[in-house]
């Protein structure tokens, strides 16, 4: 699974009670697949600033980005 760089101006008013967490990017980590088409980033969760994972992401992204995970407790592997 692959997340897509989304920004939304006020996603607060659709994001109540569903699964769906908003993830800032802190770091570019590197690409990934087999032809470099995903990027790898570190990913810090607004609701909880403490906790960071790392996820594949399709498409441009940069750090600051806010990320909308639909599945928040999946990691990627860590590029070796």
């Given at each position: 699974y692959l997340d897509?760089?989304?920004n939304h101006a006020a996603p607060e008013i659709?994001?109540?009670d569903t699964g769906i967490k908003l993830a800032?990017?802190?770091k570019i980590l590197g690409r990934t697949g087999s032809q470099g088409?995903?990027?790898q980033v570190r990913v810090e969760f607004l609701d909880?600033?403490?906790r960071?994972?790392?996820r594949n992401v399709k498409g441009p992204v940069r750090e600051?980005?806010?990320?909308?995970l639909l599945e928040s407790e999946r990691e990627a592997r860590?590029?070796?």
């Open positions: 897509r760089a989304v659709w994001i109540m800032k990017v802190t088409g995903c990027i909880d600033t403490n960071s994972i790392i600051g980005d806010i990320l909308t860590r590029l070796r």
